[in-house]
């Protein structure tokens, strides 16, 4: 009696299960469940990873590593497991489409020329590579040659011609280009210098000064006097 008594009070003490709460309970628990196998899986994931990254190390052929397209997660593996044996790693392509990891040893690193095609979608050729290098340079050397050649034209160009004027031109000026034209350039010794005998005042330098002295001496009339001209006649 008394046992009947104390599963009815239980029964009663006890919240009634609904069937909300019911099927919370099992969504929780399956939420429980894929943890556990996404924990188990990436687990397992990063154990081949680290025995896949351990066999790129020790083959001394390969210098990089293309994995497939992987989730987030994943790549995050990949670049910690990496990075932790020493070795460099970059993704490329379009999240949630084909994004991917490539792993480097750092003894051989990848070039500016090599990241770039992979991040354009392209697949890497070193030959293309070297001969578009080699083209650039070949077309530079042509261009460098072509300038210096222009420069070289428009100073000959820019320069008289190494003649003498009047021998192009005697024909119309009627000068040897001989004796004739050094003649002609010589320069005059006597430029400069006036003819004594087209000289206006013949008097010497003292007897300038000797006038001037006289005419300082006499008086303005006397000066006027002296400076008109005597008549012989009329002193006689």
Same mark, same amino acid.
Request: proline share 5%; hydrophobic share 25%; glycine share 2%.
């Given at each position: 009696m008394m046992d009947l008594l104390g599963s009815i009070l239980k029964s009663m003490d006890a919240p009634p299960t609904t069937e909300v709460d019911k099927k919370a309970k #099992?969504?929780? *628990?399956?939420l429980k469940k894929l943890q556990m196998e996404e924990k188990k899986k990436n687990a397992a994931f990063r154990a081949k990873t680290e025995k896949e990254v351990?066999? =790129?190390?020790? &083959? +001394?052929?390969? +210098?990089?590593v293309k994995y497939p397209p992987m989730t987030r997660i994943q790549r995050s593996i990949v670049h910690d497991v990496a990075?932790? *044996? $020493? %070795?460099? +790693? =970059?993704? =490329? $392509?379009? !999240?949630?489409?084909?994004r991917y990891v490539m792993l480097f040893k750092k003894e051989f690193p990848p070039s500016d020329e090599e990241l770039d095609a992979y991040r354009? $979608?392209?697949? =890497?050729?070193p030959e293309n590579v070297s001969k578009s290098k080699e083209q650039a340079k070949s077309t530079d050397d042509n261009a460098s040659t072509v300038s210096k050649a222009q420069k070289t034209s428009r100073v000959s160009h820019s320069q008289p011609p190494a003649?003498?004027?009047k021998d192009k031109y005697k024909h119309l000026l009627g000068v040897d280009s001989g004796k004739d034209a050094a003649r002609a350039t010589k320069s005059n010794s *006597?430029? $400069?210098?006036?003819?004594?005998?087209?000289?206006?005042? %013949?008097?010497?330098? !003292?007897? +300038? %000064?000797?006038?001037?002295?006289?005419?300082?001496?006499?008086?303005?009339?006397?000066? &006027?006097? *002296?400076?008109?001209?005597? &008549?012989?006649?009329? #002193?006689?």
């Amino acid at each position: 009696m008394m046992d009947l008594l104390g599963s009815i009070l239980k029964s009663m003490d006890a919240p009634p299960t609904t069937e909300v709460d019911k099927k919370a309970k #099992e969504e929780k *628990a399956k939420l429980k469940k894929l943890q556990m196998e996404e924990k188990k899986k990436n687990a397992a994931f990063r154990a081949k990873t680290e025995k896949e990254v351990t066999e =790129f190390i020790k &083959d +001394t052929k390969q +210098t990089r590593v293309k994995y497939p397209p992987m989730t987030r997660i994943q790549r995050s593996i990949v670049h910690d497991v990496a990075e932790i *044996a $020493g %070795l460099t +790693t =970059f993704s =490329f $392509g379009e !999240e949630e489409v084909d994004r991917y990891v490539m792993l480097f040893k750092k003894e051989f690193p990848p070039s500016d020329e090599e990241l770039d095609a992979y991040r354009n $979608g392209e697949e =890497f050729d070193p030959e293309n590579v070297s001969k578009s290098k080699e083209q650039a340079k070949s077309t530079d050397d042509n261009a460098s040659t072509v300038s210096k050649a222009q420069k070289t034209s428009r100073v000959s160009h820019s320069q008289p011609p190494a003649t003498y004027y009047k021998d192009k031109y005697k024909h119309l000026l009627g000068v040897d280009s001989g004796k004739d034209a050094a003649r002609a350039t010589k320069s005059n010794s *006597a430029y $400069g210098y006036v003819p004594s005998e087209n000289k206006r005042d %013949l008097r010497s330098i !003292e007897e +300038t %000064l000797n006038d001037i002295r006289k005419r300082k001496k006499l008086k303005p009339d006397d000066i &006027d006097e *002296a400076s008109e001209p005597h &008549d012989s006649k009329d #002193e006689q």
